[in-house]
């Protein structure tokens, strides 16, 4: 067992696209994508391509003993502020990792570096990592292909 504790960071991020229900999220210093339902924006204007959101984050760890995580506070979260969810690995490959957070909450990919274990990575495994609802903070002006 990894004797490293994650952390969460208040991280930022672009809107890459949404399509009313769900919200797709390039993380700030090509470090990943998140994919999460709408409802954790919480702004009453709705997410556009370019918008710039903060929230937290951290890096995934791989607990072969999982816990009995609750996302209820981050589907109910009214601040942002970071929440201890779980999330099982959906796709390996050299360079990066990608993982179904619980409860249908989206996904996320980040770089294998991102991912704390002492064991070989595997589709499968479960992961925990903080999360938090998002705030929109601003919006960029650029082609949606450029983000």
């Known amino acids: 067992m990894l ?9 930022g991020g672009l809107v890459k ?7 797709k999220i ?3 210093g090509r470090l990943g994508v998140i994919t ?3 409802f954790l924006v919480l702004d009453p204007i709705a997410p556009e391509t ?6 937290y984050f951290s890096y995934l760890q791989i607990n072969e003993q999982p816990y009995d995580y609750d996302a209820a506070a981050l589907q109910k979260g009214r601040e942002v502020e970071p ?8 796709e390996v490959n050299d360079t990066a990792v990608k993982a179904k957070i619980q409860d249908g909450l989206g996904t996320v990919a980040v770089p294998r570096r991102w991912v704390f274990t002492d064991v070989p ?3 499968g495994q479960t992961a ?10 601003g919006k960029r002006e650029l082609p949606a292909k450029s983000i």
């Open 3 to 11: 004797d490293y504790l994650i952390n969460p960071v208040l991280m």
């Open 17 to 23: 696209e949404t399509d009313g229900e769900t919200v």
């Open 26 to 28: 390039h993380l700030h």
């Open 36 to 38: 999460v339902p709408r």
């Open 50 to 55: 370019g918008h710039e959101l903060k929230f």
């Open 83 to 90: 929440v201890l969810i779980g999330a099982e690995l959906t």
């Open 121 to 123: 990575l595997a589709v």
């Open 128 to 137: 925990e990592f903080y999360l938090s609802p998002m705030k929109i903070v």
